[in-house]
């Protein structure tokens, strides 16, 4: 049986998706060994930038019209599209400034009278092309990118995670930094997969991984209200990472 041809791109993020995939250490020649990966610009300088991709897995929002083009092309040479990491799958931190005046936005930055930059409100690739599976997480996590690899290989669909960080906090049997601290922690609505690290550092959970499934947003502000937050606040530790996963 031929191995599947893959193509690994990146779009604007910070590549750490990308990273982890490289950093998979003992896994990565027995990936390498499965998998036909033909377009890698970060692993190799020799690709084929045309070929047919049987898999597509890419990082990083859409933010601008360069962006959305190569986001098109790679979806025509691809049978399945994988968005990887929370940037693709939720819009991620390039999303936070959604709705608000982009001109506005760039003359606070560049300074009026700035060239005519190529900027789009920040979007996930589901919001631009078709996206066959979301791996989400800031960045990946290698246990689940490895076990969503191999399921594909095997045909299957790859489990995904639809409990809260709280579960797996709580199997760990963490003290609450929520109900026992007073903290602001995102973990009732985040998607676990990550273990709870945070948490477990006793650090609060900044959604990183994006909202879990049926999140509801609407009681923990509650909470956090409850507790004395500030709304901007809440807004804004909401709004980190999935501005339009929740609402606050
Ligand atoms: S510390 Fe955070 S993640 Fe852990 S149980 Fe409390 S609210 Fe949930
Ligand atoms: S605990 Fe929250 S912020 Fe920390 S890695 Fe997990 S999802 Fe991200």
């Known amino acids: 049986m031929s191995k599947p041809t893959v193509g690994i791109f990146g779009l604007t993020g910070c590549a750490g998706d990308q990273l982890v995939i490289l950093n998979c250490e003992d896994r990565l020649m027995d990936i390498v060994a499965l998998l036909d990966v033909r377009d890698f610009l970060m692993a190799s300088s020799e690709n084929d930038t045309a070929c047919q991709l049987d898999i597509a897995l890419v990082e990083g929002a859409v ?3 360069r962006d959305a083009a190569r986001l098109l092309a790679i979806r025509q040479r691809s049978k ?12 991620g931190v390039a999303a936070l400034d959604r709705g608000q005046d982009r001109a506005r936005l760039l003359d606070e930055v560049y300074g009026e009278g700035h060239p005519d930059y190529d900027s789009i409100p920040a979007q996930a690739l589901h919001e631009v092309v078709p996206v066959d599976l979301n791996i989400t997480g ?9 076990a969503a690899i191999a399921a594909l290989l095997n045909g299957d669909v790859p489990l995904a995670v639809e409990y809260a960080v709280c579960t797996e906090c709580r199997m ?3 003290n609450c930094l929520l109900t026992e601290r007073g903290e602001l922690c995102c973990g009732p609505l ?4 990550c273990g709870a690290r945070c948490p477990e550092l006793r650090i609060a959970c900044v959604g990183c991984r994006g909202p879990v499934d ?5 009681s923990l502000v509650k909470v956090f209200e ?17 501005p339009q996963g929740v609402t606050s």
């Open 172 to 174: 760990r049997e963490n």
């Open 226 to 242: 409850a507790r004395g937050f500030a709304p901007q606040d809440i807004a804004a530790r909401l709004r980190t990472f999935a």
């Open 138 to 146: 800031c960045p990946i996590e290698k246990e689940e990118f490895v």
């Open 80 to 91: 399945a599209l994988v968005a990887l990491g929370t940037c693709a799958v939720w819009g």
């Open 190 to 193: 985040t998607v676990a997969g």
């Open 214 to 218: 049926d999140a509801n947003s609407a």
């Open 63 to 65: 933010t601008t019209r």
